[in-house]
């Protein structure tokens, strides 16, 4: 059964680090582009960023780019996303998706796209 799970949410400062894993079982990662998304109280599900598979093309929403980096070791059928420099309107529950899209192609941050999601982490930014 193909599950995502993620983890390393956390209160945090405003200014500090985090680093979100995200686990995938039941199916290759290296297949799925991975998609990160977030959602903050009484706001819309947000995308935050994704890379693609094959060749591992990133996006950045621009309210995180230069803060976050996403990144995926497909032999741990792992992912992560950085969280640096967290600011708190960064406040929100995360989530990580999996996109059985081609190879190759650019991700997109469509959640209608994807395919698995985790259950979200909550990560809190104090000011």
């Known amino acids: 059964q193909a599950q995502i799970v993620e983890s390393g949410g956390g209160l945090v400062q405003s200014g500090g680090s985090l680093r979100l894993t995200c686990t995938a079982s039941?199916?290759?990662?290296?297949?799925?582009?991975i998609g990160w998304f977030r959602q903050a109280p009484g706001k819309e599900r947000e995308g935050v960023s994704c890379i693609s598979n094959g060749n591992g093309r990133i996006y950045y929403a621009d309210s995180v780019k230069d803060r976050f980096t996403i990144s995926r070791d497909d032999e741990r059928n792992t992912a992560y996303l950085q969280l640096n420099n967290l600011k708190p309107e960064d406040t929100a529950v995360y989530y990580c998706?999996?996109?059985?899209?081609?190879?190759?192609?650019?991700?997109?941050?469509?959640?209608?796209?994807?395919?698995?999601w985790g259950k979200g982490i909550l990560v809190s930014v104090s000011s």
């Open positions: 039941g199916f290759t990662l290296g297949y799925y582009a």
């Open positions: 998706a999996a996109d059985n899209g081609p190879m190759g192609f650019p991700c997109t941050v469509e959640p209608k796209t994807y395919n698995y």
